[in-house]
């Protein structure tokens, strides 16, 4: 279990994150939703270790970066390392010494070139094959759907919910709304910094409306298209 207690982060005298309040179960997936700028993100990096704040994250497991799998929205890549050297330096880091990595390249990518040649789409599927074959406990994924195909977006579903059937803890951020519901066991909005509120599963289509009436609101009246 990891549970969040008051966090608070500051950037400057920018307050980015305002007392949130999560916890978040074992063998559950969680979806963080919000607008551009709502803290996402930020929340995610809080959890991983790699911003400081005020308040608690507490975890059973510990030290919890240690068996964290941590999905960038944009993973970075040395200039010089292939597909393959980056798995194998990821698995290096958790001890995965015995890996088959070309038997599990399910997503077939060229794992012989320098994963900086990759497109957008691949960078991403490479990154998560990585830390997939950490066996790590956790998984935060910052929008994992963009930027793939839509072939590997149902594969990626399908390993989202293999991984609760393994009783991991996952958490999603994600614009794509159908891609949470489908996956999701509860969902928190995030808003300015601010935890909104939480929703469960049963709930989720009023969400999907409220959070649609408030983005569009009177947007398109504005345009006045003709």
Known sequence: ?????????????????????????????????????????????????????????????????????????????????????????????????????????????????????YSTGMKKKLAITAILLQENECFILDEPFNGVDIQSNIVLTEIILKLKELNKTVLISSHIFSTLSDTCDEIYLLRKGEQIKSVQKEDFKLLEQEMKDFTIGNRIEKLELK
């Open 1 to 117: 279990m990891i549970k969040i207690k008051e966090l608070n982060k500051y950037y400057g005298n920018n307050e980015v994150l305002k007392e949130i309040n999560m916890d978040f179960l074992r063998g559950k997936v969680y979806g963080i939703v919000g607008e551009n700028g709502a803290g996402k993100t930020t929340l995610f990096r809080c959890i991983a270790g790699l911003e400081n704040y005020s308040g608690e994250i507490i975890s059973q497991i510990t030290p919890l970066k240690n068996h964290l799998g941590l999905l960038f929205t944009d993973p970075f890549f040395f200039s010089k390392i292939t597909g393959k050297e980056y798995i194998r330096l990821l698995c290096n880091a958790r001890n995965k010494k015995n890996v088959n990595i070309d038997q599990k390249n399910i997503f077939d990518l060229p794992l012989n070139q320098y994963a900086s040649s």
